[in-house]
């Protein structure tokens, strides 16, 4: 363990915090970039080589598969956090009982998912509100993508932590590979094979064993100072309930996307079919579905990256914290403000002015789609520069450990205030007040987080 005591790692406490961050974010950015392709690829390809219809049974299974996302979140993030403050303190025995812990939990969680998704995937495919129509089609998506659900869990689980031993570009190389990986096996499958929803599902599944193979190689090799170990695998409870605990916070965004999704999805069938028309194609219901799927591709292209960003900075405040550089956390908060809001900006403004050019490729051909999308996104999106300000906020208590506290900020977002405002709102604007639930959250929960970060501030000497 002592060749980590390195340069490398070293340079979190002494490195000029813009050229740490930037070193650090700009890896962890096209990591989430490459997620979010995962995404708008499959939806690109199958509006392309599918159709709408098939737009609509993919974003039915969003909820399932934030689920999926959540649990890897939960262990990854969690694990990793402890993991880097165990380094700042040098604890190196404690760091790869970590690591190996949360390599366990995350085979585990996943063949748990596994098992209950078999079960239940049908009945909550019709509680999100799938149609006689999109039923089939959303059933044959997801059950390809639960049978490759270790795949999903290990690829961004343990990425974090190869970040976190001062590689960035190791775990980004990795991903971009899966990344892809994905999209030459989606036009592979879907446009030259013509298999449809399934060629989606399995491209996706394809994409990410490779990716996964690839990390748990780098946890194997020679040069690797902490490895993967037999004998450092068994769970062992009191990291597991650590683990849990710090990784409940970031992944409670994720859960609660699923939910929000749920209930979301809900939503956009009850009052789509009041608000719109059918098409011959599409009921109401699944052509408001469609039109929020292909505005959520695009969201996520534009967020994920900002998520990215924010996480590359929880090593560098994690390892600070830890080593009680207080001034350098400051600057590292200060620096990721400046930087997340203007790029928010900027997205914003081309998400307002440019909704037309942004959905069409989605729905070539149909015009009642690309209509109906582009104005759920002037709606959905009319306060995305406001999220930095919650995001950060909530980043700065998981990288130093206050799990509660970040807790409840990733929740007021998309719990607390989201979904009363996504129950109340359509009972008066029916579907218009399904997409503004969004905007108004956005904006709540960026006060709040503010208030509490310059109230947390104020503590650190």
Request: hydrophobic share 55%; glycine share 8%; charged share 10%.
């Amino acid at each position: 363990m002592s060749n980590l005591n390195s340069e490398r790692l070293n340079s979190f406490g002494t490195a000029s915090i813009p050229k740490l961050v930037l070193q650090f974010s700009v890896p962890a950015i096209i990591s989430m970039l490459v997620n979010a392709l995962y995404n708008i690829v499959d939806r690109f390809f199958v509006g392309q080589g599918v159709g709408s219809l098939g737009i609509a049974g993919i974003t039915l299974c969003f909820p399932i598969c934030l689920f999926i996302m959540a649990m890897s979140m939960m262990i990854g993030v969690g694990g990793n956090t402890i993991f880097a403050i165990r380094l700042g303190q040098k604890k190196y025995i404690q760091a790869s009982i970590i690591l190996n812990n949360s390599f366990s939990l995350l085979i585990l969680m996943a063949l748990t998912t596994f098992a209950l998704g078999e079960v239940f995937m049908e009945p909550l495919l019709k509680l999100f509100g799938a149609s006689e129509q999109t039923l089939p089609v959303a059933s044959s998506y997801m059950r390809i993508l639960l049978f490759g659900a270790v795949f999903q869990t290990i690829a961004p689980g343990m990425n974090h932590f190869i970040r976190s031993m001062g590689h960035p570009k190791t775990a980004m190389f990795r991903e971009v590979i899966g990344a892809v990986s994905n999209i030459i096996l989606d036009w592979l499958f879907i446009m030259k094979f013509h298999w449809g929803i399934e060629g989606a599902a399995w491209a996706t599944i394809s994409s990410q064993l490779i990716a996964s193979a690839l990390i748990t190689q780098f946890f194997v090799k020679k040069s690797t100072p902490i490895k993967i170990r037999w004998r450092h695998m068994k769970l062992r409870f009191p990291y597991v309930r650590k683990i849990i605990i710090l990784g409940i916070p970031p992944s409670l965004m994720q859960l609660c996307n699923s939910l929000m999704n749920a209930i979301l999805a809900w939503s956009l069938t009850t009052y789509g079919n009041i608000s719109l028309h059918d098409t011959g194609v599409l009921s109401g219901g699944d052509m408001a579905i469609s039109a929020f799927g292909i505005v959520n591709s695009i969201a996520s292209f534009i967020l994920l990256p900002l998520l990215g960003f924010v996480h590359g900075t929880q090593p560098i405040i994690g390892y600070n914290y830890g080593a009680r550089l207080n001034s350098r956390v400051k600057g590292t908060l200060k620096f990721t403000f400046i930087y997340a809001f203007g790029f928010m900006i900027v997205a914003w403004a081309i998400m307002m002015w440019q909704a037309e050019t942004l959905v069409a490729p989605f729905a070539p051909g149909d015009l009642k789609l690309q209509e109906t999308a582009a104005w759920a996104m002037r709606l959905f999106g009319a306060a995305f520069f406001m999220i930095p300000l919650g995001l950060v906020s909530g980043s700065f208590f998981q990288g130093t450990g206050k799990a509660l506290r970040s807790m409840f900020l990733n929740g007021c977002r998309q719990v607390i205030l989201l979904i009363p405002f996504l129950l109340i709102l359509p009972r008066f604007l029916e579907l218009k007040g399904v997409f503004m639930a969004q905007p108004i959250a956005d904006t709540g929960a960026a006060f709040i987080g503010l208030a509490m970060l310059l109230h947390e501030l104020k503590k650190l000497k």
